[in-house]
């Protein structure tokens, strides 16, 4: 029995290692697979949204009552939901480099 549980042991420390080594270079790819510039694209993306287009459109002077917000209810949900897509989608592909989750 002593024999038997050294020999798991040293086993189980072997396999610990290569697990470490493993998850040392699961983790540079997943820093190659979705680069922190992603992120700011996303958020210079979303400033120019908000600068460029939806504020304009606040202050838009249009002949009838009704343009002006039908504008604004049309627009400002569409441009919400463009940058939770791209938001949505590199939030996946970041999970695509997690080879430890369970599918």
Sequence with gaps: MPFQRSL??????Q????????????GALRA?????S????LAILTGLLLVGL???LFFLSARGDVSRPLLL???IPLAIGFVAFIAFEL???RDAGDL????
Excluded: H
Excluded at 38 to 41: E, P, T, V
């Design 73 to 75: 209810v049309g627009f």
């Design 54 to 56: 939806i504020a304009p």
């Design 32 to 36: 190659k697979l979705l680069p922190r």
């Design 8 to 13: 798991a042991q040293a086993r189980f420390r």
């Design 100 to 103: 430890t989750a369970d599918f």
């Design 15 to 26: 396999f610990d290692r290569e697990m470490e080594a493993f998850r040392s270079s699961v």
């Design 38 to 41: 992603f992120f700011a694209l």
């Design 91 to 93: 939030n996946r592909l």
